[in-house]
């Protein structure tokens, strides 16, 4: 059930360039707010590929966030 948040390169891309451009200095998070689990995003991967793939949980690492969003 962890989640994950994910954007388009080009966005990052050209949100960093604005950015560097930029008077702001300072620590910036960039990103999406929505998040997904990595759950829904495996059975909607496998759903477009092949409803037949298994999939193999295993155990988190301990230094995995559980959350990630910017």
């Given at each position: 059930?962890?989640?994950?948040?994910?954007?388009?390169?080009?966005?990052?891309?050209?949100?960093?360039?604005?950015?560097?451009?930029s008077?702001?200095?300072g620590?910036?998070?960039?990103?999406?707010?929505?998040?997904?689990?990595?759950?829904?995003?495996?059975?909607?991967?496998?759903?477009?590929?092949?409803?037949?793939?298994?999939?193999?949980?295993?155990?988190?690492?301990?230094?995995?966030?559980?959350?990630?969003?910017?």
């Amino acid at each position: 059930m962890q989640t994950r948040s994910f954007c388009y390169v080009e966005d990052i891309i050209n949100a960093i360039e604005i950015f560097m451009n930029s008077k702001h200095c300072g620590p910036f998070n960039l990103g999406h707010s929505h998040e997904i689990t990595i759950n829904d995003l495996a059975f909607l991967i496998r759903g477009k590929i092949d409803l037949s793939i298994p999939f193999e949980y295993k155990k988190l690492p301990a230094d995995d966030p559980f959350r990630r969003r910017p």
